[in-house]
Structures are given as structure tokens and as C-alpha cells.
């Protein structure tokens, strides 16, 4: 039995249940792996251990100009993943914020798994029980418009060149092929295929290898608000691509019109194994969140989520 409140906290009680929901549901739509499991456990007990490095996603405010915001998506302490703060707790947000979000501190921006440019904060505000950073960024053009990088503090991560690039059109003709039966192994039937629409292909080099992944978000819509999302990670197999990873969605979009889908952010190796862990944002009911993807014994798995706002 919930204890009794007063009908003042009565709106704030219920926002945070609200909210509660929505990140749980958000989470459920990535199925835990042992990896995650004891991220969870790291975040629980991360008072006890020393500031670690912090890794943002970052974005412009503007395709044009400097400025852009920041969204703390995960502290590697010790080697672990764990939660930049606490949620539900203003004071330790706003003692994070402090440390990690002051006026003129530096980051260093990476894309494509290499040092691009760098960030400084000029400011950070509250969301929805989450903190955003506003930053000056400099990346000499590097970073085409409208997609985002990731920023740290770190001095290690993303000492190397970056390998992300746009696909050539050879890429994009076998990616087309690949998804085509990946929808029609999912029982999509071939007349919605020309409903088929890219949000986002990026070739990127994960491992070094020279030889570059694919990694995009495809959606179907038909006019009933029916979804079939589709994210994808592609290995190349000569000509062609083949699938190392696939996250499918067939749903019924909600009157609201919030979807699920789930788009690729960027790439930084975390752990030093020379493999680039995969960032992404999830879309939820007035909500985002991001999660990591990390290749374990040759599969890709998920490893980490943060709630983003979720209002």
C-alpha cells in the first residue's frame, strides 16, 4: 500500500509514476543480457566508486551554427557502465551537473570512433528529471547536419582516426536487397516494400578491419498507422551485406503518434577490445532513452539503457 500524501505532492507523485512507467516500458523493448545485468548492479553501488569518464551524445542546436546540446548517456568507472546520476533526485542531478556540466569545461567530440573536434559548456538546464548541457562546438565541418557525435572527458577514448562515412551507391543498392528480405522474412508482404523508408544508413568501420559496416534505421507506415521498424547492423560479405544484427517492430502507432523506433547515434570503443560499441536512441510515448550495443564472442548484444526525457 502506497503511504498518504497530501494533495500537494500529489501531481509531482504522479509525474514520477508516470515517468516510471514510461522508462520501464522503454527498457522492456530491449531484452536484458547477463552484460546489462551487472551494469545495473554497478550503477546501484556507484557512490562508492571514484568519478569516472563521462560520454555524451551531442547535437546541433542549428546545421549552421556552433551551438549544441549535450545528454550524459553513460560514467565508465573501473571499467564499468554505469548511470551518470541518480533519477528522482534534484540534488544529485544538480551536484552532477555541477562537476560535469559547469560553465567552460572541454570535451573532446568524436565521430565515427575518432577525435573530431571538441565542445565547451556553456550552460546546463533541467528536463524531464534529466539534464541537458548546451556547448560551443567545434568539429571543422566533420559532422554533416542533422546527425549527432558523441562527446567525453576521457583522454583515451577515441584516439584513433574516425571511419564513418556516407554510403557509396553499390552499398546502398545491396543494403536495399538485404532489407527487402530481412521485411520479407518478417512476413511483409512484397506490395508494402515500396513503402519502405531509410531514416538513416551510415557506413562506419567497427573494428578496424578497413572494411566498412553498414548500420540504418528502415520504417514501413501505411495509411491504417500500422509500423514494421526495422534497425539494423550489416557485415559486408563480398559484394553484398549480410545481417549481424536486426531489431524488428510491428505495431500500431498510438493516437498520440509516438513511435518505437530505434536509430543509430555513433560509435566509440568503451572497453579497448578495438571494436566500437554501438550508441543508439530509442523513440518512446513522449519519451527517448539510448542504449549501448556491444559485440560479445561474435554477437551483438545490449549491454547498457539511460532514460532520456521522458515527460
Not at 509531482?12 to 552484460?35: G, K, Q, Y
Not at 545528454?71 to 551518470?84: E, I, S
Not at 560551443?136 to 559532422?143: L, P, R, S, Y
Not at 518512446?284 to 539510448?290: E, L, R
Request: hydrophobic share 35%.
Amino acid at each position: 500500500m502506497m503511504p498518504k500524501t497530501s494533495n500537494k505532492n500529489g501531481p509531482a507523485r504522479w509525474h514520477a509514476l508516470r515517468r516510471l512507467i514510461v522508462v520501464l516500458t522503454l527498457l522492456s523493448l530491449f531484452p536484458a543480457s547477463p552484460e546489462a545485468e551487472r551494469s545495473a548492479v554497478s550503477a546501484s553501488v556507484q557512490k562508492s566508486e571514484p568519478a569516472g569518464s563521462l560520454v555524451c551524445v551531442v547535437s546541433r542546436s542549428d546545421a549552421e551554427g556552433s551551438q549544441g546540446n549535450m545528454d550524459a548517456v553513460v560514467l565508465l568507472t573501473n571499467g564499468k557502465l554505469n548511470q551518470p546520476y541518480s533519477e528522482y533526485n534534484e540534488t544529485a542531478q544538480r551536484k552532477f551537473a555541477g562537476e560535469y556540466f559547469s560553465t567552460g569545461k572541454n570535451y573532446r567530440v568524436t565521430f565515427g570512433g575518432g577525435e573530431v573536434g571538441s565542445a565547451t559548456i556553456t550552460s546546463f538546464d533541467m528536463g524531464c528529471n534529466n539534464i541537458h548541457a548546451t556547448a560551443k562546438v567545434h568539429d571543422n565541418g566533420k559532422i554533416p547536419p542533422r546527425l549527432s557525435a558523441l562527446a567525453t572527458d576521457s583522454d583515451s577514448l577515441g584516439r584513433k582516426a574516425s571511419a564513418r562515412r556516407p554510403p557509396t551507391q553499390p552499398e546502398r543498392e545491396a543494403m536495399t536487397k538485404l532489407v527487402n528480405q530481412v521485411y520479407g522474412a518478417h512476413k511483409t508482404a512484397k506490395p508494402l516494400f515500396r513503402l519502405i523508408t531509410t531514416t538513416n544508413l551510415t557506413a562506419t568501420d567497427l573494428d578496424g578491419d578497413g572494411k566498412f559496416e553498414m548500420i540504418g534505421s528502415f520504417v514501413i507506415q501505411t495509411i491504417s498507422k500500422a509500423r514494421r521498424d526495422l534497425f539494423l547492423i550489416a557485415d559486408p560479405a563480398g559484394k553484398n551485406f549480410k545481417v549481424a544484427f536486426e531489431k524488428f517492430q510491428a505495431y500500431r502507432l498510438p493516437p498520440e503518434g509516438f513511435d518505437s523506433a530505434v536509430d543509430f547515434v555513433d560509435q566509440l570503443d568503451l572497453d579497448g577490445d578495438g571494436i566500437g560499441e554501438v550508441f543508439v536512441q530509442q523513440h518512446g510515448f513522449d519519451a527517448y532513452s539510448y542504449s549501448i550495443y556491444r559485440k560479445t564472442n561474435g554477437r551483438w548484444m545490449h549491454v547498457f539503457t539511460t532514460a532520456g526525457d521522458a515527460c
